[in-house]
Structure formats: structure tokens, C-alpha cells
């Protein structure tokens, strides 16, 4: 069972050696100062004080990495699965002891409020226990005596160094979503954390080593551009794991596939619920406020557009209030609702989209702009924000806002609804609030998304399943965790054996197609 370490004081956050004025590498089983001459500096969102310092990893501590995990890969591969599910299983048990450690790095770097990074911690948790049992996923299969003495089987063999590229918005989880399962499955891993949030992954790959994960299995590089573009055109690399925009993502497919590399990415979002008048009026609209506004709505799978169907339509002023009972706050206050976005490029954006929406004819039926926390003043704070009367045509609903901006459409029926949620390219994630099996069925069937809630704001599978986004919200050649991501991480060999006794007579030259089913 895992438990978090609860902490009654405010919190008073340690420094950690990894990252206490400029971020490391780890490479080869070493933690080690960049010879970096260009540098990214990460601002804590709530005070602007500088944290960290995340070098640009030079050309020559880039192929480090990569040689040190493609020289790992020569035993690892060789590794028993019992063994390594064993350090998966220490992995897990070390994170759980560290929570707090690593959330407290999230709240510095990327303002998350502590209750919410504890979770971010826990969700990749759930990933490395499943990583922790992975055998059964990674039996091939079999068939004997397909023709007389003929016997076929399949193994699922490691493909060798991969790579991930994770964002800042969860910098414990997508990490947790990605070399866990990769070195689980006899791989070594390359990891590229969001030069906005490298603490977490720091931390990760300390315990990944008390864990006993040798020494270049696991390899963590910090930079910018030219950094993706060394994962996406190395040769070594045989796979990349991407979480994003569609920017990056579509780019990083696009030359990873063209380098020969397997390359799965998650990208931007806009997530639709659908509330129906006989939805559970009180547990919808909490459901609505926590998956909209909760981590400042910057998660891939928050919900940005609300649209209410028939009768719905009058529990909106409702829904305002209650968003207003949920203020940002800096992220340490263990009461705060939501804290601070990214940065401050970040908090002009989402300001710009909220004008763009009203300037289009939107109704601004709650302003979140404008807000000052208490001995904050140069935080990055935006409150719930809710815009009214939004169609399909205007920019606060085309794009991603990645804020806590949610949109507010009404429509007559429940086919509108699925309509209206269609006609967006996006495909992640989208759910309905209603008390009809009836009407949730044919939701869940007619709508066009990869993940669907039933009364869930938020449906993110669990990881015996797969996170399953689609159409303009994923690319790639099979899904994060679960049996498609083990599928992603592997490679099927397929034997055919012949194994009959000696005839004791020569066999004649055979040149023609074997038919083997013939006998």
C-alpha cells in the first residue's frame, strides 16, 4: 500500500545536491557537472527566485550518454526478467519513501501545489509497480508441431538504447511513464527532462540507482533543440517516447521515423464533457471545477470545454461559484486549490486567449486576470476563469490553453453534444455526466476519442491498461504503459525449429517454397 509522509509544518524545502545551482548529468552511473557554456534558468513560478541552472549538454557529454547505455546494453540485455522486476519492485519502495522529496522539488520547479505533486508522484508509482510484474506481458507465443517435427515460437527481445523527451508539466510521472518500463523490458534509456523541471528526474535517477540499476542503463542529458535533435537522428537510438505539444511532437515523429526509430508521442489536447440534466448536479460540478482548474490546467487530460445539454444549461451560475471558492495560492500552502502556471510567458498566453475569447463575443462569466497572492506578488497566478457562450470558431476554443480557462457551450441534445465534441481534431481524452446507461452507452460508442469517462472528469487508465489518446492528440507506433507500452519497447523474434530423428538416409535438395502445413 503506498503512503504518503504527511508533513503538518509549513514546508521548508531542502536543498538537494543534485541541483543546487546547476543541474547535473548522469551518465554512465556518475553524477557530473555539464562543461556547458549556455545554461536554461529555472524560476520558481510563485517567487521568481532562481533555482537551478540547466546546462546545455555539450555534443561531447551527449554521446557519453549514448555510449554508455549502448556499452550497458551489452549485459543488460542478458538480465533475467525476475531480476529485473526485483529492481523494479526496490524502485517502487524507494520512490514511495522519497515522495516527499521529489514533491517537493515539483512545487519549487513547476508551482504544482503540494497535495497535487504528491500525486504526480504516485501515478508514476503505479507505472513502476506494474514495470515490477511485467513478465506475464512479455511472453511470445507458441505452437507445436505445426508440420511433423516442426515446432514455432516467438520471444519478446529489448530493442536496445532508447530515449524519452518529457515535459514540465509532470515531472515525475511522464518520466515514471517511460524508463521504468523500458529498462524493464531490457533496455537501456536516455532521458531528456524538461529543462524547466529537472529536479524530479534527478532524484529519480538517484533512487533508480540505490535501486540497482547499473551503471549506464539509465542516463539523464539536459538541453534544448539541438538536444532532440541528436535523440531523433542518433543511430544508436532505436526508440523515442514523447509527451508535448504538436509542435515539437509532430516534429519529432516525423524525423525519428524518418532516422529508423520507433517513436511514440502524446500531444496537445482539448478535452469535452458532456453534462446531461439528469446528471448528479452536486458531484458533476465538483467533478467539472477539480478537472478543469486543478494544477492550473496544465495537464494534457484536464478538461477545457464543458458543454451542458437542455436543462443543464441552468446549473452554469452554479458552477461559476463554486469555481470562485478556488483560489491560487503558492504551491507549499497545503490548502491551496491550484498554483501558479510555468512561467511568465506562460501566464500572458493563457491572458491573451481569455481577451481573444471575450474580443469573439464569449461571455466572461468569471475573470480569473488580475489576481495577487499574499506575499507572492511576482507569482504566476491565474484564478478559474470561465467564458460562456463559446463556439466552435473562436481561438480560446481552436487552441490548447493549458491554463485554468474553462469553456462553456450549451447545446439541445445529447447527439449535439457528440457532435460538437467530434468536430474537434483533438482525440485524448472526453467524458459524459449522466445517470442513463442508456445515454452513456451511446456516448461512449458514438464518440471519437481515445479515452472516455463515465461519470470520470479525468479517465486515465490505470497502467494494467494503456493511455490511449488518438487522432491529432497522439503519433506513433503503440501507447504509453500497460501491454501496448511493453509492446513499443520490444521486438518480436520468431523461431521455427525442426528437431526428428536421424533417417539414416540422405535427403534430396528441396528448392522450391517449404510446405510446411503439407505434412
Not at 458543454?307 to 491560487?328: N, Q, R, T, Y
Not at 452507452?441 to 479525468?458: H, L, M
Request: proline share 5%.
Amino acid at each position: 500500500m503506498f503512503v504518503f509522509r504527511q508533513v503538518a509544518r509549513p514546508l521548508r524545502f531542502t536543498s538537494v545536491r543534485f541541483f543546487s545551482s546547476q543541474s547535473q548529468l548522469f551518465i554512465g552511473g556518475k553524477f557530473v557537472d555539464s562543461k556547458a557554456t549556455q545554461f536554461f534558468d529555472v524560476y520558481n513560478p510563485a517567487t521568481q527566485e532562481l533555482e537551478t541552472r540547466v546546462p546545455v549538454a555539450t555534443q561531447e557529454e551527449l554521446d557519453a550518454a549514448v555510449d554508455a547505455a549502448s556499452s550497458a546494453f551489452v549485459e543488460w540485455r542478458k538480465s533475467s526478467v525476475t531480476q529485473r522486476q526485483r529492481i523494479m519492485r526496490k524502485l517502487a519502495d524507494l520512490i514511495q519513501q522519497n515522495t516527499e522529496e521529489i514533491a517537493e522539488s515539483i512545487v519549487r520547479e513547476n508551482g504544482k501545489t503540494i497535495v497535487d505533486a504528491r500525486g504526480d508522484v504516485f501515478r508514476g508509482y503505479e507505472v513502476v509497480e506494474y514495470a515490477s510484474r511485467i513478465s506475464a506481458d512479455l511472453m511470445g507465443e507458441t505452437v507445436e508441431n505445426l508440420s511433423n517435427h516442426i515446432d514455432t515460437y516467438s520471444y519478446r527481445q529489448p530493442l536496445g538504447v532508447c530515449a524519452g523527451i518529457a515535459p514540465f508539466n509532470f515531472p515525475a510521472m511522464i518520466p515514471l511513464w517511460m524508463f521504468p518500463m523500458g529498462i524493464a523490458c531490457g533496455n537501456t534509456y536516455v532521458l531528456k527532462p524538461s529543462e524547466k523541471t529537472p529536479g524530479a528526474s534527478l532524484i529519480l535517477a538517484r533512487l533508480a540507482q540505490e535501486a540497482g540499476v547499473p551503471d549506464g542503463v539509465l542516463n539523464i542529458v539536459h538541453g534544448g533543440v539541438d538536444c532532440v535533435n541528436f535523440i531523433c537522428k542518433h543511430p544508436a537510438i532505436r526508440a523515442i517516447s514523447f509527451v508535448g505539444s504538436n509542435q515539437a511532437g509532430e516534429y519529432i515523429h516525423d524525423v525519428g521515423s524518418k532516422h529508423g526509430k520507433r517513436v511514440q508521442a502524446n500531444l496537445g489536447a482539448k478535452n469535452h464533457a458532456t453534462i446531461l440534466p439528469d446528471a448528479d448536479k452536486e458531484s458533476t460540478l465538483n467533478a467539472l471545477c477539480g478537472a478543469a482548474f486543478g494544477a492550473a490546467g496544465q495537464r494534457c487530460m484536464a478538461l477545457s470545454s464543458a458543454i451542458f445539454v437542455g436543462e443543464a444549461k441552468e446549473w452554469i451560475p452554479e458552477l461559476v461559484e463554486k469555481a470562485k471558492s478556488m483560489a491560487c495560492d503558492v504551491g507549499s500552502n497545503p490548502n491551496a486549490a491550484l498554483g501558479p502556471l510555468i512561467s511568465k510567458d506562460s501566464k500572458a498566453r493563457v491572458e491573451s486567449l481569455i481577451q481573444a475569447g471575450v474580443d469573439q463575443g464569449a461571455s466572461l462569466l468569471l475573470d480569473g486576470r488580475g489576481v495577487e497572492v499574499a506575499g507572492y506578488p511576482n507569482g504566476n497566478f491565474v484564478n478559474p476563469t470561465i467564458l460562456g457562450d463559446v463556439d466552435r470558431s473562436m481561438d480560446c476554443y481552436t487552441n490548447e490553453i493549458f491554463g485554468p480557462v474553462l469553456c462553456v457551450s450549451t447545446v439541445d441534445t445529447l447527439d449535439d453534444a457528440i457532435e460538437f465534441t467530434n468536430s474537434n481534431p483533438y482525440g485524448n481524452g472526453c467524458a459524459v455526466f449522466t445517470q442513463s446507461g442508456a445515454n452513456a452507452r451511446k456516448y461512449q460508442f458514438e464518440i471519437d476519442c481515445g479515452q472516455v469517462g463515465v461519470n470520470v472528469p479525468i479517465p486515465v487508465p490505470l497502467p494494467m491498461f494503456s493511455f490511449t489518446g488518438s487522432r491529432a492528440s497522439y503519433r506513433g507506433a503503440g501507447h504509453f504503459y500497460g501491454k501496448q507500452g511493453v509492446n513499443f519497447f520490444t521486438q518480436i523474434k520468431t523461431i521455427t525449429s525442426n528437431w526428428k530423428e536421424p533417417e539414416g538416409t540422405s535427403q534430396k535438395i528441396q528448392s522450391t517454397m517449404p510446405l510446411l502445413g503439407n505434412k
